[in-house]
């Protein structure tokens, strides 16, 4: 089978992620890398030893027999290099926020479809083995009527302070909120309505010199009384923890990441977990299909639920949103 032929544009936190996931990959092959740092390319040299290296993307993208392109760069860039490889041609998986400007995102998602190109963002845990046999559950009647879900997100340890400023990653609520907002309005399967928000400013005060917070919570209100809760922090200390909780009329479906990830299933005769749930590193198995999902639009541009420019500049929209309602203590309709 032959493989697709992807440049990979940065190495940085997700990237060195992405690029494990490359490294083993059976539908893609790296044969371009950019950053311009030195140990960066040292470490793409480790992994991609037949990869030509570059400090300049855009030598990556024009780079012989690339057919497309995997960007993890810092937030602030995506637009630009999004656009970049669209224009050289390329399909694109970027990761997410694909902007921080609704507009732009829309711009870009609409320049991919009128160019016949996908563009997906990363918004892994939709291929996470814990949250697609969630959502396949969820769908077939598992637990009834789904009323509520309840998403947290809880990271170990803040990241400086120049990552979490609001013009560089979205801070908190964008962040590491999108997630959030795209699994609740996919698993509900329509969109949200309106939201209110709580900043819950207690453990790292410095933050708010960047305009971010290290505490959070969200009620996304849907149609027909239905909700779903979101509770965010970058100081639970333990862990990079994420959990998923779902309530339906007849039964509830419980995902965790901690200690591995997995998915049970709760009704009148009890709770059982799931068979084909359970994998010891959830992150890495998402990003892993997210990429098999990625090359397979490729070549055959025949999915529906991938996760899109559009996607991506929805769970922001949602996200500026969860901030505006966090300042003004007011309902914000989304």
Known sequence: MTRLRVALIGLGRMGRVHAAALAKSETVEVIAVADPSEQAIEFARSLFPKAAIFADYKEALIYDQVEACLIASPTPLHPQMVRDALADGLHVLCEKPLALDIKVANELANMATNANLVLQIGHWRRFS????????????????????IRLSQWDANSPPASFCDVTVSGGL??????????????????????????????????LAAVGDVDNLCAILEFDNSRAAFVDLSRNCRYG?????EILGSDGAIYVDLLPTGRTRLAT????????GSQVADATAAGVENQL????????????TDLPDGHSSARATQIGHA????????????V
């Open 129 to 148: 083995p814990p949250w697609a046999i969630a959502k396949r559950m969820l769908d077939s009647g598992a637990i009834g009527e789904p009323i509520m």
């Open 322 to 333: 969860v901030n505006l309602a966090a300042k003004t203590a007011d309902r914000i309709e």
């Open 240 to 244: 990079d923890d994420v959990r998923t």
């Open 292 to 303: 098999n999902a990625f090359a397979a639009e490729v070549s055959s541009r025949g999915s």
């Open 268 to 275: 009148k005769d009890g709770m059982v977990e799931v068979d």
């Open 173 to 206: 609520a964008i962040d590491c909120g999108v997630h959030e907002y795209d699994l609740a309005e996919w698993l509900f399967g329509s969109p949200a309505t309106a939201v209110r928000a709580w900043n819950l400013t207690l453990v790292e005060k410095s």
